[in-house]
């Protein structure tokens, strides 16, 4: 546990503080530099010392106020006060150990720096003024001035279970490792969370920022705000409506009204009140009230929306349960091989596969509903549901791989859609059909051959040339 040495009030006196914790490299930088700066500023006369007992101390406004604190107690000051420190005094070979208190809500400087760090943590009360708060070690508390008019804060701490609850203006927090309490339920802040905090925003004030490097947090917050998951993930984090959230593995997401933005994450679980976009998830299990936009992601996910629109990615394993009785499930595939499963989705699927290059497999599962599956280059095998009137689609100069239907003849309606091909193709086509057991193939002009499972005869009346 480091130890470092303060300017104390006067030239050639010293305080001792001490740092701790995953950051206690940055903590001592900044205490240094504190330090420098009241050395320099002591001895050019422009930083008056002094040291405080118990009690309240008001300052001078002719030269700017430095408050020195090495005893237990609270302290209130007002005045002219631009720094506190609090700590031990030198020469006793023991960490400092005091808790204080510290109210500085009536100080009238425009910037008060406030660094130290004893064992037994301090309490703070900031004011108007903005300001730095270092608190290097203990579990300490930052109270921010909860009036309108509240000062700008950067806030430090060390491996303490530390609380902060940030005032009006606008604060940077870091309240370094351990189990810390964050409330920005007020102004406008930014918190770099290194332990396993929570962070409380509730319906607060929007555009909030929380960079997780932790894990294991709760985060709530408020509308158009940003969240990102930068730790080993395990976090539960819910944002209003219009925010974005940067997913890390296994964390639980809820987007609360609105439309709201997740980018990346694996193995996350995802509700949304509203409308979402949801880019590049991996292994997701995603439920949404309105409208989905899904973009990429690999693995299996399972994606339960009343609309979705899904732009598929190598390796997606999609189960898609589209709960809407009147809107559509659109997929669009990508290169690379991919499923999508709708078979509970109960109105009909439009899904689109791969135009681009000339391999790739995708695997297409209709629902209840009745349901338009386009196929692309490569393979696939298509599978219309339980609904009737399904469409099965080939393009020409798109096709040319080998398809698979596998219950053409399942349900009432079904079609098969050519398009840009010509009547004259279907026909060779009939014409010259196999039979293979229950199954008949046929081979379109491009060498697009089709396969029907458990269909031994077709009939022009079973396409469509478009």
Same mark, same amino acid.
């Given at each position: 546990m480091p130890i470092i040495t303060v300017q104390g009030a006067s030239s050639g006196s010293h305080v001792v503080v001490t740092v701790d914790g995953a950051g206690s490299g940055t903590l001592a930088g900044l205490v240094s530099s504190f330090s420098n700066t009241l050395a320099s500023g002591i001895a050019g006369g422009s930083i008056s010392g002094q040291n405080l007992t118990p009690g309240s101390t008001e300052f001078a406004s002719n030269a700017s106020g430095y408050g020195v604190i090495t005893a237990a107690g609270s302290y209130q000051v007002s005045g002219d006060v631009g720094a506190i420190v609090f700590g031990g005094l030198p020469g006793t070979n023991q960490i400092p150990s005091a808790h204080v208190q510290i109210d500085a809500s009536k100080g009238t400087a425009s910037f008060v720096s406030v660094e130290g760090g004893t064992t037994q943590g301090v309490q703070f009360q900031a004011g108007s003024s903005n300001g730095v708060?270092?608190?290097?070690?203990?579990?300490?508390?930052?109270?921010? $001035?909860?009036? +309108?008019?509240?000062?700008?804060?950067? @806030?430090?701490?060390g491996s303490g279970n530390d609380t902060v609850i940030a005032g009006?203006? !606008?604060?940077?927090?870091?309240?370094?490792?351990?189990?810390?309490?964050?409330?920005?339920? *007020?102004? =406008?802040?930014?918190?770099?969370?290194?332990? *396993?905090?929570?962070?409380?925003?509730? $319906?607060?004030?929007?555009?909030?920022?929380?960079?997780?490097?932790?894990?294991s947090s709760f985060v709530t917050v408020g509308k158009d705000s940003q969240v990102s998951d930068l730790s080993g993930g395990n976090n539960a984090i819910t944002?209003?409506?219009?925010?974005?959230?940067?997913?890390? +593995?296994?964390?639980?997401?809820?987007?609360?009204?609105?439309?709201?933005?997740?980018?990346?994450?694996?193995?996350?679980? @995802?509700?949304?009140?509203?409308?979402?976009?949801?880019?590049?998830?991996? @292994?997701?299990?995603?439920?949404?009230?309105?409208?989905?936009?899904? @973009?990429?992601?690999?693995? *299996?996910?399972t994606i339960t929306a009343a609309s979705s629109t899904i732009f598929g990615a190598s390796g997606l394993d999609a189960i898609v349960n589209g709960t809407s009785n009147s809107a559509e =499930?659109?997929?669009?595939?990508?290169?690379?091989?991919?499923?999508?499963?709708?078979?509970?989705?109960?109105?009909?699927?439009? +899904?689109?596969? !791969?135009?681009?290059?000339?391999?790739?497999? *995708?695997?297409?599962?209709?629902? =209840?509903?009745?349901? =338009?599956?386009?196929?692309?280059?490569?393979?696939?095998?298509?599978?219309?549901?339980?609904?009737?009137k399904n469409y099965f689609a080939f393009r020409d100069g798109i096709a040319g791989g080998d398809y698979t239907i596998t219950d053409f003849g399942s349900a009432a309606g079904n079609v098969v859609g050519l398009l840009n091909y010509t009547q004259s193709d279907l026909t060779n086509a009939l014409n010259n059909a196999t039979t293979s057991g229950n199954n008949t193939t046929i081979k379109l002009s491009d060498n697009t051959t089709i396969t029907f499972d458990n269909v031994t005869s077709l009939n022009s009346n079973d396409f469509q040339i478009w």
């Open positions: 708060f270092v608190a290097g070690t203990g579990n300490n508390s930052f109270l921010g $001035d909860q009036l +309108a008019g509240g000062g700008n804060w950067s @806030i430090y701490a009006t203006g !606008n604060s940077t927090i870091n309240a370094g490792t351990g189990n810390n309490y964050i409330s920005i339920s *007020q102004g =406008t802040n930014v918190v770099d969370s290194y332990g *396993q905090d929570t962070i409380f925003g509730g $319906d607060c004030n929007p555009d909030q920022t929380v960079n997780l490097y932790g894990g944002v209003g409506g219009g925010s974005t959230v940067r997913g890390g +593995a296994n964390d639980s997401i809820n987007l609360n009204g609105g439309s709201s933005t997740i980018l990346g994450g694996s193995s996350d679980t @995802i509700s949304a009140s509203g409308d979402a976009l949801i880019a590049n998830s991996d @292994i997701a299990n995603v439920s949404v009230s309105g409208s989905l936009t899904f @973009i990429g992601g690999t693995g *299996q996910s =499930t659109l997929f669009v595939a990508n290169a690379g091989n991919e499923t999508l499963d709708g078979s509970n989705s109960v109105y009909g699927i439009h +899904a689109f596969g !791969n135009v681009v290059g000339t391999s790739g497999t *995708q695997t297409f599962i209709g629902g =209840t509903g009745s349901d =338009t599956l386009v196929a692309g280059v490569g393979d696939a095998t298509m599978t219309g549901g339980s609904g009737d």
